[in-house]
């Protein structure tokens, strides 16, 4: 049996606010569906006193569906989330990441790191998990950066408009 890659990707964005601001909108996730889309909903799932288990629901085709769990743990000192999510899809075997922030200037630098598994090193499932993870990473990247340095959460959640509920389905 061959052992599997862990595969790695890293996508920064700078952002011009100070990176205490910066880190709170990334640490705090029952903000996220107000700043990312299709995220529609979170729910928390239980805390362990060092790590919480969460669970994403996005919007795909008009319909909310329960798209993933993630493990995440917090370090406010070193302003990081690491994150692993817990339902994995084939190809992939293993994803988990963690999001930094750092003094940059007069604003902050975040990045988004992610390392992955994929069955067999398919080498074309590995490009296309890498395409996911780019295109991903840029749009919640260029959301935070926007939302933090023109639109700021609270205003936004104010006027966000509700997408529905959450329909719980069988997995």
């Known amino acids: 049996m ?9 996508h920064t964005t700078k952002v011009a606010a100070p990176p205490k601001r910066v880190f709170e909108v990334v640490a705090n996730v029952d903000r996220w569906p107000a700043l990312l889309d299709p995220l529609v909903a979170v729910e928390h799932l239980g805390f362990d ?12 085709d008009g319909v909310t569906t329960q798209d993933m769990v993630m493990v995440r743990e917090l370090n406010p000192k070193r302003m990081q989330v690491r ?9 992939v075997v293993t ?7 750092v003094p ?12 992955f598994r994929v ?24 959301a935070l950066q926007q939302t933090v340095e ?22």
Not at 2 to 10: D, F, G
Not at 95 to 101: E, K, R, T, Y
Not at 130 to 135: C, D, N, P
Not at 152 to 169: A, F, K, N, T
């Open 2 to 10: 061959t052992e599997l890659r862990i595969w790695t990707a890293r």
């Open 49 to 60: 006193g060092v790590c919480e288990r969460v669970r994403f629901a996005t919007l795909v």
């Open 83 to 91: 994150f692993r999510q817990v339902d994995v899809h084939a190809p």
């Open 95 to 101: 994803m988990g990441g963690i999001w930094l922030v």
């Open 104 to 115: 940059k200037g007069l604003g902050s630098m975040v990045a988004l790191d992610h390392y």
């Open 119 to 142: 069955a067999d090193n398919d080498p074309a499932a590995v490009a296309r998990v890498e395409r996911e993870i780019a295109a991903g990473s840029a749009s919640m990247l260029a």
């Open 150 to 171: 023109f639109g700021g959460i609270p205003d936004l959640i104010e006027s966000y408009p509700d997408r529905g509920r959450v329909r719980h389905e069988a997995r």
